[in-house]
């Protein structure tokens, strides 16, 4: 999977970036490198669900799929 993400530049230094196509999911890091370490655990943390917390009934499918 290939996300777009916007990286600005903080005014106070560092980094901060986010994710458009994932409402809410944005991150920062004091170095380049540290904002892209946080940015693949923003958008996990972002994409993961927990699917015990959602009400499934006999008639719906639960389904992985890959993108």
């Not at 170095?31 to 946080?38: A, G, Q, V």
């Not at 669900?49 to 499934?56: A, F, K, L, N, P």
Request: charged residues 25%; proline residues 3%.
């Amino acid at each position: 999977m290939k996300l777009k993400v916007v990286v600005h530049e903080a005014e106070e230094g560092g980094y901060w970036a986010e994710v458009p196509s994932i409402p809410g999911c944005a991150t920062q890091g004091e170095t380049f490198d540290e904002l892209l370490s946080n940015l693949y655990e923003a958008v996990e943390g972002c994409l993961s669900v927990d699917v015990q917390d959602i009400s499934v009934s006999e008639k719906d499918k639960v389904m992985e799929i890959a993108v």
